[in-house]
């Protein structure tokens, strides 16, 4: 049964600064993996999807890679704002499961 | 235009009742989705439907049953509510199965039930 883990579990940052939310997997047969963001109170945001023939997808200041040997996925930000500030969720295999999240603070 | 709706956005109900939470899409998608979010914001999927048919029906008790009128609505309908039903309920839609090729899941904004 695929299990997905995100470290850190939080992270506070000051703006500006570029960051990298860990992903793993512990099945690699994965079919995709996909990267959301949740804000307080709110829904989830498709940020990203990362098929299981891709190694990476970006979007903006945003970038996914996928390791589907090492079970890895990482999701860097670039040049991080105030607005980036949410929990960000990992999520992995046919039918979704989903990390515990990383909450994830930019500081002005 | 809202993608993917859902109502109520808030449910406060007693023990015992038995309530129904909507959702609709309007992208076009032919796959639906009820997932559940506890306490400690730990998501986990319960059911998926595929153009009105069940597809995946995780271990949930049998007091949930969802209802898919046609495949832009997936209904959970709720008997016999308990405490520990108190969470935030997620629909979400893909365009193709789960696992296939167009699987990006586009979530609606939640219902938070309370059971008192």
């Known amino acids: 049964k695929q299990e997905v883990t995100q470290i850190p579990a939080a992270l506070s940052v000051p703006e500006g600064e570029n960051l990298v939310l860990n992903c793993s997997f512990t099945?690699?047969?994965?079919?995709?993996l996909q990267w959301f963001r949740q804000d307080p109170g709110k829904g989830l945001t498709s940020l990203l999807l990362?098929?299981?023939?891709?190694r990476e997808q970006t979007s903006g200041r945003l970038n996914a890679s996928l390791d589907k040997s090492s079970g890895r996925s990482t999701l860097y930000i670039a040049a991080s704002q105030p607005g980036d500030s949410a929990t960000y969720l990992c999520?992995?295999?046919?039918?979704?499961?989903f990390g515990s999240g990383t909450q994830l603070t930019v500081l002005p | 235009d809202t993608a993917v709706s859902q109502t109520p956005k808030y449910l406060v109900t007693q023990m015992g009742n038995d309530k129904s939470i909507k959702c609709e899409q309007n992208?076009?998608?032919?796959?639906m989705y009820w997932y559940k979010q506890d306490s400690k914001k730990f998501l986990k999927i319960m059911f998926s439907?595929?153009?009105?048919?069940?597809?995946i029906n995780e271990t949930v008790p049998n007091r949930f049953s969802p209802k898919s009128p046609d495949k832009a609505h997936l209904n959970l309908h709720i008997n016999s509510l308990e405490l520990g039903d108190s969470a935030v309920y997620f629909c979400?839609?893909?365009?193709?199965?789960?696992?296939?090729?167009?699987?990006?899941?586009?979530f609606g904004p939640g219902t938070r039930l309370t059971v008192l």
């Open positions: 999520a992995s295999g046919g039918q979704l499961t």
């Open positions: 099945d690699s047969a994965i079919y995709n």
């Open positions: 990362i098929q299981s023939s891709q």
């Open positions: 992208l076009g998608h032919d796959t």
């Open positions: 439907y595929n153009n009105k048919e069940l597809i």
């Open positions: 979400a839609s893909s365009r193709g199965l789960a696992g296939g090729t167009y699987n990006e899941q586009f």
